[in-house]
């Protein structure tokens, strides 16, 4: 009797539980019902003001003021020109980080929107616009929106939520350190610490009203390459009198292209090697000395990221020696980032929540992308879970649709509200669930 007693009280607690949670969830949707407006309005003032990396003041200082009336506490130049606002549930629970970031890119903008940037700026020697070509300032209007909905029941969560505006996703100046792995080293996963980050990214070819996830690698790593191929000069007329460094550029390229055919095994996960930039020499009958590469290399699993690391060093410094020239590899030249790795885990225990928020015939398994993103750097910290958020319109072609960094990128921006309730009831859920058992590892 006193076993059915004590199963019957966890029953009922449980009941509680779960009732309250959906309460607190049909609170989140009716309040991002109401300020869907005013989010889309956020992104349109956003998006017409675009700030390349580690320079976005306005959008910063719009972002901070909008959290301070809130009530949320807020630290500003984390990062350079980073927001974190910290908001204190009333009632004990983990740490839930919410990630958005903030910059834009300098492509000029072709769509034919009323609020279009018209923005120019001096960006490696020459004239260049600025534009949200990647969807950012959706990001920004959406997290500024779910401040807003769960400052609204503070009193009711069971946890505290961080809010993470992150600069230079998309890199900075070169010399630079900018973007996650910048705010991780200023300390933004601590004080207090970070129990689970999610994060989203608006797509442009996936329709509004859906979203796509995937455990494990959903985006490469990213480490890209800068090859100097030193050889010896000669009259291009006599090229036995020169170690020739456009040759041995061109057997090194060629060499390359085998390691994804030969080495990675593709049955289980996809990997790049391109070389995007090749310049040496200035005139036709002149071989040059040197010949210097640009390129990239990706992967969707950290073993194969060291391993197409060192076979790229491998490759080129023997096929080098083999033509008698000297070779230097940097890697990475400028970028590294890791695999953005959603934690199985936590993905499994989270996807009721996505399901909940769009409907469960509008949350779709992906495959993984040889894109990259550095919310990985957070979850080499913690778990986490990152997924695309639909942007085309309803009924739109994914093949014709202009793609991210491009000057005829465009969102619907119908797909917003999803975004703001998605975030909002992923908070939710998981300081519940925490509540009861938890997800931490």
């Not at 989010?39 to 349109?44: D, G, L, S, T, Y």
């Not at 260049?128 to 401040?147: F, K, R």
């Not at 949350?363 to 913690?382: C, I, M, N, R, W």
Request: proline share 4%; glycine share 10%; aromatic share 6%.
């Amino acid at each position: 009797m006193r076993i059915i007693v004590l199963v019957s009280i966890f029953t009922l607690l449980s009941f509680s539980s779960k009732s309250q949670n959906t309460s607190l969830r049909k609170k989140a949707d009716i309040a991002a019902d109401k300020i869907e407006q005013k989010v889309i309005a956020w992104r349109r003032d956003i998006h017409e003001h675009p700030e390349l990396g580690n320079q976005e003041f306005r959008t910063a200082g719009i972002i901070a003021k909008h959290l301070q009336l809130l009530g949320i506490e807020v630290k500003t130049g984390v990062a350079h020109t980073g927001v974190v606002g910290i908001l204190k549930g009333g009632k004990p629970g983990p740490v839930v980080a919410l990630r958005a970031d903030m910059d834009a890119l300098p492509v000029i903008e072709r769509t034919p929107v009323a609020f279009a940037s018209k923005v120019k700026v001096q960006y490696n020697g020459k004239e260049a616009g600025v534009m949200h070509a990647c969807g950012h300032d959706t990001h920004v209007a959406i997290l500024m929106g779910v401040a807003e909905v769960l400052a609204g029941m503070r009193s009711e969560l069971k946890g505290t939520v961080k809010f993470i505006f992150q600069p230079a996703e998309e890199g900075a100046a070169q010399g630079e350190d900018a973007g996650a792995e910048l705010m991780v080293k200023e300390g933004v996963m601590q004080n207090p610490a970070v129990d689970v980050i999610f994060g989203l990214h608006i797509n442009s070819q996936t329709e509004v009203g859906k979203i796509k996830y995937k455990p494990g690698g959903i985006l490469a790593s990213v480490d890209d390459i800068k090859i100097i191929v030193k050889g010896r000069s000669a009259h291009g007329a006599y090229p036995w009198s020169a170690i020739d460094p456009i040759v041995a550029s061109a057997q090194i390229i060629n060499n390359l292209q085998a390691i994804i055919s030969r080495n990675l095994n593709i049955t289980e996960n996809a990997g790049i090697v391109t070389i995007g930039a090749i310049n040496g020499g200035n005139r036709g009958n002149i071989i040059p000395e040197k010949v210097e590469m640009l390129g990239t290399i990706r992967a969707l699993k950290t073993e194969d990221r060291n391993m197409l690391i060192e076979r790229v060093r491998q490759v080129v410094t023997k096929t080098a020696e083999s033509a008698g020239a000297s070779v230097e590899v940097i890697i990475p030249f400028e970028s590294s980032f890791p695999v953005t790795f959603n934690d199985i885990a936590l993905t499994e225990k989270m996807l009721p929540s996505l399901q909940q928020s769009a409907g469960k015939e509008n949350v779709v398994l992906t495959v993984a992308e040889t894109g990259a993103e550095d919310f990985s750097f957070y979850q080499e910290k913690v778990p986490g879970l990152f997924f695309f958020l639909g942007g085309m319109s309803k009924g739109g072609n994914p093949l014709t649709a202009p793609s991210h960094h491009t000057p005829d990128f465009f969102i619907d921006e119908s797909g917003l509200k999803l975004g703001v309730q998605t975030l909002a009831n992923l908070t939710i859920d998981y300081m519940e669930m925490e509540k009861v058992g938890g997800t931490k590892k």
